[in-house]
């Protein structure tokens, strides 16, 4: 039998699902024809479907090795790359086809694609709009112009190529809402209203563009517009329960707790068979800091809620805010023996048993949670907090290089590892170093900034910590750390007047806190009373 019975059969298999009986009818196929260029791109499909990009990898390059002017085999090699996550090797296959079909919307659209994975968004946008010089009439171009150019913030450019959108394609809704984020983004108020109103124009139906007409009209203050627009929408919805809980979903994303507890409780009359709304009922009354309510809510979640396990995390930290600590212990390791292979679960139990200062609980189950998951910065950085707490210094700086391991960017585990340095006196050169590393991440932070300050307080380079520690003042105000720690280096500057406005800051922001005041007591008192032989 030639090789067109078994491609006949093959397809055959394909419709019935039998996939890998498929495979091997067309791999024998392919192995009775080998010049056949169109079985060995079938093979190539059949792999990708079979989720293995690897062997249609080799089949793929193969084809190019043979044809190399062959651009329908040179684009398959590109997107087998692009799935692969090898996007500078996309790119490259891609820039081949472009050199074989120059005209080709198909190619610079998958090579601008690559670009933009691979964080090239200028060379992204260079093909987008070469691709527009060639083809005016290209929708996608322009489109992809005009969302590259927004991540630039070239917002002029960014403009155009969605109105150019507009006159190829007036009705399609996202180039509306991407005018409207521009106009939005530049200030140009009156301008993101009439593009909603435009698109309302031509499609009245938009729960969107309502939902996004309204939403800006509280931002700008215009509260009596925002509640028409809203009320407006809930008449036209009134049976669609679907618009009713995104309205709801929107108050409780705007933090208007109290109107979102009012829509979703009038939603659970006319629809109690929606038991999710429950969740979203619960997350409103922790807005209005109602915890009875709250728990009343989550507790009647569904267990086969794909919200069931953020639900028993709130329900834990809820239990435990209201002095139940047993019972939210109890609820998270029932979670954990229903589901032992879901590490969000460990880590929000070691919070648990942190908060209840049970240190050794919280290590070990967060350890437990690693060995599912050895390489979770959280499940490490949760670790190494509680290390730190049980005053294990050693363990705790071990477990902050373990989180940088994992995620590098970690500005957090960064920070923190660069201030126990700094507390201990120890590696003051790298602490500035990683300290610095976490400020490229969050450039203002308060708390990263007191890092920095404080290392140079260690230093001995006062001058330049007050300025660090000035500036952290500034981005966290009230916070007593940062105050005690300006009053510490002002002292060392000679500025004992600023020192003790310092100090006396920090005081009484303690006190607020409700933590302990005696070892600032003692540094107001050596410098209100000298003589007392405190300096």
């Not at 991407?178 to 939005?184: F, H, R, S, V």
């Not at 109107?259 to 922790?286: I, K, N, S, W």
């Not at 998951?373 to 050693?394: I, N, Q, S, T």
Request: aromatic letters at 10%; hydrophobic letters at 35%; charged letters at 30%.
């Amino acid at each position: 039998m030639g090789p067109y019975y078994y491609y006949t059969q093959s397809r055959l298999m394909s419709r019935q699902g039998k996939i890998s009986r498929a495979l091997a009818l067309l791999r024998e196929a392919a192995a009775r024809d080998p010049d056949s260029v169109f079985l060995k791109r079938e093979l190539v499909q059949l792999y990708l479907q079979l989720n293995d990009p690897y062997s249609a990898l080799g089949i793929a390059q193969e084809l190019t090795n043979k044809d190399a002017e062959h651009a329908p085999s040179v684009i398959m090699l590109g997107g087998i790359h692009s799935a692969l996550n090898q996007h500078v090797e996309a790119i490259a296959t891609y820039e081949e086809a472009l050199e074989l079909d120059p005209g080709s919307e198909q190619v610079h659209l998958l090579l601008g694609m690559e670009y933009v994975r691979n964080k090239e968004l200028d060379k992204a946008r260079q093909t987008y709009k070469k691709l527009t010089e060639i083809e005016p009439t290209s929708f996608s171009g322009h489109f992809h112009f005009g969302t590259v150019s927004v991540a630039l913030k070239d917002y002029d450019a960014a403009e155009s190529a969605f109105l150019a959108c507009l006159e190829l394609q007036p009705d399609y809704d996202q180039t509306y809402f991407e005018l409207a984020n521009i106009y939005e983004t530049t200030g140009r108020d009156q301008r993101v209203i009439e593009t909603y109103e435009s698109l309302l124009e031509k499609n009245p139906d938009s729960i969107k563009a309502s939902i996004g007409l309204g939403h800006f009209y509280l931002k700008m203050g215009r509260v009596d517009e925002a509640k028409d627009r809203f009320e407006q929408l809930k008449l036209k919805s009134r049976s669609n329960p679907l618009v009713i809980k995104q309205i709801a979903l929107i108050y409780l994303d705007q933090e208007r707790h109290g109107e979102a507890v009012e829509t979703l409780q009038a939603l659970l009359e006319d629809t109690p068979e929606d038991r999710e709304l429950h969740y979203f009922l619960g997350m409103a009354f922790e807005g209005l800091d109602k915890s009875e309510e709250a728990i009343s809510a989550y507790e009647k979640v569904p267990e086969g809620s794909p919200f069931r396990q953020s639900t028993v995390i709130h329900l834990s930290f809820l239990y435990q805010k209201t002095g139940n600590e047993q019972k939210a212990v109890q609820l998270m390791e029932n979670a954990i023996e229903k589901e032992p292979d879901q590490p969000d679960l460990y880590l929000f139990l070691g919070a648990i048993y942190e908060d209840m200062e049970a240190y050794d609980k919280a290590i070990e189950i967060l350890k437990k949670g690693l060995d599912l998951e050895p390489d979770d910065a959280r499940l490490h950085f949760g670790l190494g907090v509680v290390y730190d707490k049980a005053d294990d210094k050693e363990k705790c700086i071990q477990e902050m290089y373990a989180v940088i391991e994992a995620d590098p960017a970690h500005a957090e585990a960064l920070n923190y590892l660069g201030y126990t340095y700094a507390e201990l006196g120890t590696n003051l050169d790298e602490a500035e170093e990683l300290i610095k590393r976490a400020m490229e991440h969050k450039a203002d932070d308060g708390y990263i900034t007191d890092s920095l300050g404080w290392v140079y307080y260690k230093k001995g380079r006062y001058q330049e910590a007050i300025k660090f520690l000035e500036e952290a003042a500034k981005l966290v105000p009230d916070d007593p750390a940062i105050l005690e720690h300006l009053g510490d280096a002002y002292l060392k500057a000679h500025d004992p007047d600023k020192a003790l406005m310092f100090f006396k800051k920090a005081l009484d922001a303690r006190e607020k806190e409700e933590e302990d005041t005696s070892l600032i007591e003692e540094k107001i008192e050596s410098i209100e009373n000298p003589s007392a032989g405190n300096g």
